[in-house]
């Protein structure tokens, strides 16, 4: 898995200080500042703490599975703002290369926010994820047709796709949020609407045949 994380800090040197610092307990392997310059600070072969607690497809513990990089942003605590063409176009150079490198499926390709969806919300709905799907790096927002909502319905799609929910203790609203955050990101109030009923099912359906991770 590839999983994408903004860093939350005020500046890039205190985000680098904190993950290069073993008190922490919290690494990832690559940084990428809003210039573009990427700095690599764990191999790829090895284990980051950058996940945390995590769920995903009915497994947990994803720091095991998944290579992690940090974007430099402030974040919802610090003046969360849009993330530089610069600092896109590295991402997609280095995601391009590690989703080769292992073979990281399009649809494991994901956000903090959607394997912990109870904690966090990075990297965010500022975040160009069309821009990830173009490359095919990620897989795109499908056409929607809205429909009734229905929450058992929708919790079945969101769980078919990967989200955690009532299983790992994720009540729905938290796990529409952050789907709403990755899908639907002009509107990301937990609210199972019609729109986000179709969604949810589209979503769904662009993996139902791809394979669980091993």
Excluded at 21 to 27: E, L, R
Excluded at 68 to 84: C, S
Excluded at 181 to 187: E, G
Excluded at 199 to 211: C, E, H, K
Aim: charged share 20%; aromatic share 8%.
């Amino acid at each position: 898995m590839l999983v994408l994380h903004y860093t939350g800090m005020r500046s890039a040197a205190e985000a680098l200080e904190r993950l290069c610092d073993p008190a922490a307990k919290v690494s990832a392997h690559y940084l990428i500042d809003e210039d573009g310059a990427v700095v690599g600070l764990v191999p790829d072969e090895m284990r980051a703490w950058h996940a945390g607690v995590s769920w995903w497809r009915g497994r947990s513990g994803l720091n095991d599975v998944a290579i992690g990089i940090e974007l430099v942003n402030p974040g919802h605590a610090w003046g969360y703002r849009p993330f530089p063409a610069p600092q896109m176009a590295a991402l997609v150079e280095l995601a391009g290369t590690l989703v080769r490198r292992w073979g990281i499926p399009a649809d494991r390709v994901l956000g903090h926010s959607d394997i912990a969806p109870t904690r966090k919300e990075d990297p965010g709905e500022l975040f160009d994820w069309p821009l990830l799907a173009r490359a095919g790096l990620c897989l795109p927002v499908p056409e929607v047709q809205p429909e009734p909502p229905a929450a058992a319905a929708a919790a079945a799609a969101l769980a078919a796709f990967g989200y955690p929910g009532a299983t790992e203790g994720v009540p729905l609203a938290t796990a529409l949020r952050a789907f709403q955050r990755r899908w639907r990101p002009a509107c990301c109030d937990g609210i199972l609407d019609p729109v986000t009923m179709g969604l949810a099912g589209a979503v769904a359906r662009l993996r139902r045949d791809r394979p669980a991770p091993t």
